[in-house]
C-alpha cells in the first residue's frame, strides 16, 4: 500500500554545524558591498548588507504514514514557514508521497490564485516539493537521479564561482566564473575595473578556458551591452544576470546588441512560465534555474523541457552546492555542468563553501558523482532535525 502524507513542518535552520557545516561562509561573494539592486545609485555604493533579507534557510520535513520522511530545503524562512505550515501543509495532508506531479499543481495553482505562484509562494513550493522527492526516493528505494530518468552521464563537469583562482585551480576545476564588483553607479571607470579583472583571469587562465562573468542581476541593458564590447576581446564563455530578473525589454536589448555574446540567467526567475517566456523570445543561451528557489525538483524538470525544445542550455545555479542539485545536474541530459560556489577559505573543506548537505558527494579534480542513496541521499536523523532547527533546546 502506498503511504500517506501525515505531516509537513518547515522551521529555520539555526544550527547548520548538525549539516556537517562546520563553519558558515567565510569567503563573501561581494566583498566591496558593491553589486546589489540598487548599485546603478552612487549614494548607496557598499551597501549590499543594507538590501539583504535577514532570514535564515528554511528545513521543511514531510512524514509518511510508514514512518519514512523526507526533508527539503530553501531560502527565506521568517516569511516562508506560514506559507509551508499553513497553507501548503494542510493542503496536502492525505495524499499519496508519489503523486509528486498531482501535489506541485496544487499548491502551485492555489498559490498563483491566492497571492501569486513566484516570489515567496515559489521558495516554500520549493522546498515542500524537495522533501517529496527525497520521501518518494526513500520509499522506492532509489536515488532521485534515476527517478528523474538519469544518470544522463557517467559523471558531471564543474565549475568553481569565486575569484581566488589560485585556490579554485588547487581544488582541480579548470572552468571559472568571477565575481563582478561593481556596478552601472561606477560608470566608465567600472567598465575598466571589470575589465582588468577579466583580461588578468585571462592571463592567468589561458587561452582555452572557460571564463564566466556574473553581475548578480545589478546593470541595465546600456550599461551591459558597454561592459559586453568591452569585454569581447577576452572570449567570455557568458555573461550571466545582468538585468533585473523581470526586466524583460532590458534582456532583449541586450540579445539585440550583443548577438554573439552568450548569456545566462534565470536564478532569479521563479516558477517554469518566466523560463518559457525567456526560452519562446530567446532572450538568453543559457537557463539557470535554483532548485531551491524556482519551485523546487518538479519546476526544474519542466524547465529542462522548455530547455531541450528550445535548444537552450542548462547549467543549475549552484548545481553542485547541495545533493538536490547534484541530482538534477547527474540527470538531465540538458545541463551544461555543475556550478560550485566556493565560500570558504583556500583549504577549508567544500562542505562550507554554502549550503550543503550531509552525505552529499564533493567535486572530485572539477568532477562530480552524486550519492547512490535513496533519496536525494540526505544523512539526518529526526533527532539531528530538530536539533538543527533548534527545538532539542526548546
Not at 515542500?128 to 538519469?150: C, H, N, S, T
Not at 532569479?268 to 543559457?286: C, E, K, M, N, S
Amino acid at each position: 500500500m502506498t503511504p500517506t502524507i501525515v505531516e509537513v513542518t518547515a522551521a529555520p535552520l539555526r544550527r547548520p554545524e548538525v549539516l556537517g557545516r562546520t563553519a558558515p561562509p567565510s569567503v563573501s561573494w561581494d566583498s566591496t558591498g558593491m553589486m546589489h539592486a540598487l548599485s546603478s545609485d552612487r549614494s548607496f555604493a557598499g551597501q549590499a548588507m543594507r538590501f539583504e533579507p535577514p532570514w535564515d534557510d528554511a528545513l521543511c520535513v514531510v512524514t509518511a504514514s510508514d514512518g519514512s520522511f523526507g526533508v527539503g530545503m530553501t531560502s527565506q524562512a521568517g516569511p516562508v514557514m506560514p506559507i509551508i505550515n499553513d497553507f501548503f501543509g494542510p493542503m496536502i495532508v492525505g495524499e499519496s508521497v508519489l503523486a509528486i506531479e498531482r501535489l506541485w499543481n496544487m499548491m502551485s495553482r492555489s498559490a498563483n490564485s491566492a497571492f501569486g505562484a513566484a516570489g515567496l509562494a515559489a521558495y516554500a513550493l520549493s522546498a515542500v516539493d524537495l522533501a517529496l522527492w527525497d520521501l518518494k526516493g526513500k520509499v522506492l528505494g532509489r536515488p532521485v537521479y534515476e527517478l528523474i530518468g538519469g544518470p544522463a552521464r557517467e559523471r558531471t563537469r564543474c565549475y568553481a564561482t569565486g575569484n581566488d583562482l589560485d585556490d579554485s585551480r588547487n581544488r582541480g576545476f579548470d572552468a571559472f566564473k568571477l565575481a563582478g564588483s561593481v556596478g552601472p553607479g561606477s560608470g566608465t571607470a567600472g567598465i575598466a575595473e571589470t575589465e582588468r579583472l577579466v583580461a588578468s583571469a585571462r592571463s592567468e587562465l589561458g587561452p582555452d578556458a572557460d571564463i564566466m562573468l556574473d553581475c548578480w542581476s545589478s546593470l541595465d541593458a546600456s550599461y551591459t551591452v558597454r561592459l559586453g564590447e568591452a569585454l569581447a576581446p577576452y572570449r567570455l564563455t557568458w555573461i550571466e544576470d545582468y538585468a533585473q530578473p523581470d526586466d524583460w525589454p532590458g534582456y532583449a536589448d541586450v540579445r539585440r546588441r550583443l548577438p554573439t555574446q552568450m548569456l545566462a540567467a534565470g536564478e532569479r526567475w521563479l516558477t517554469d512560465r518566466a523560463f518559457a517566456y525567456a526560452a519562446q523570445q530567446r532572450l538568453v543561451d543559457v537557463l539557470q534555474p535554483d532548485v531551491q528557489w524556482v519551485g523546487g525538483a518538479t519546476a526544474v524538470l519542466r524547465i529542462a523541457a522548455i530547455a531541450a525544445s528550445s535548444g537552450i542550455e542548462l547549467a543549475l545555479h549552484g548545481g553542485s552546492n547541495d545533493s538536490y542539485g547534484q541530482h538534477l545536474c547527474h540527470a538531465l541530459p540538458q545541463n551544461r555542468w555543475a556550478e560550485m560556489y566556493v565560500g570558504c577559505p583556500p583549504g577549508e573543506s567544500l562542505m562550507n563553501a554554502w549550503r550543503s548537505t550531509p552525505g552529499m558527494s564533493l567535486p572530485d579534480d572539477g568532477w562530480l558523482v552524486p550519492s547512490e542513496a535513496p533519496g536525494f541521499g540526505i544523512e539526518l536523523t529526526s533527532e539531528q532535525i530538530d536539533a538543527a532547527v533548534g527545538q532539542a533546546d526548546s
